[in-house]
């Protein structure tokens, strides 16, 4: 298996999941972006692959005897800052969430009130702020940085 971003091989983990529901995964630190493991289930599966630079989530089908190759898209990042009504940081509130592959997404924010949540794969992605009381459904695209700004919270 190979894998690329923006043409480029790059070290990878994957997870792969067949019809049947046969999950298997390897990990790749090569810096050509392949790896070599044992047999794997031939056929349609559903692959996730990640690197720092991005992500991808698909259905591919494993071909017999054939390499396979995975292009990345460039994932996206959200960033924020919980404040007060008073406009003071809001420190050590949780951000949690969904990304629109499904994925459970979230960051703690600091000292400042800020959050980053990183490498979250493109689609529809839906976060809660504390105890859910304020929601916030986002069409995320790969490889940009969205600034939800201050978010007043309770």
């Known amino acids: 298996m190979r894998v690329t971003n923006l043409g480029a091989p790059t070290a990878f983990d994957i997870g792969c999941q067949s019809p049947d529901g046969e999950s298997f995964g390897t990990s790749s630190r090569r810096s050509d972006g ?18 720092s630079a991005g992500a991808a989530r698909g259905v591919t089908r494993i071909p017999q005897h054939a390499p396979l190759e995975l292009a990345l898209e460039p994932a996206a990042t959200i960033v924020g800052r919980l404040v007060d009504r008073a406009g003071a940081p ?25 959050f980053t949540i ?37």
């Open 34 to 51: 392949t790896y070599v493991s044992g047999p794997l289930p031939y056929g349609e599966v559903t692959c996730t692959v990640s690197t």
């Open 90 to 114: 809001v420190r050590n509130r949780v951000v949690r969430g969904t990304s629109g592959a499904g994925d459970d997404i979230g960051d703690l924010t600091d000292e400042q009130g800020a």
């Open 118 to 154: 990183e490498s979250v794969l493109p689609g529809r992605a839906t976060l809660r702020i504390g105890d859910a009381t304020i929601t916030r459904t986002l069409d995320l695209v790969g490889g940009n940085r969205h600034d939800l700004g201050a978010i007043v919270v309770e």
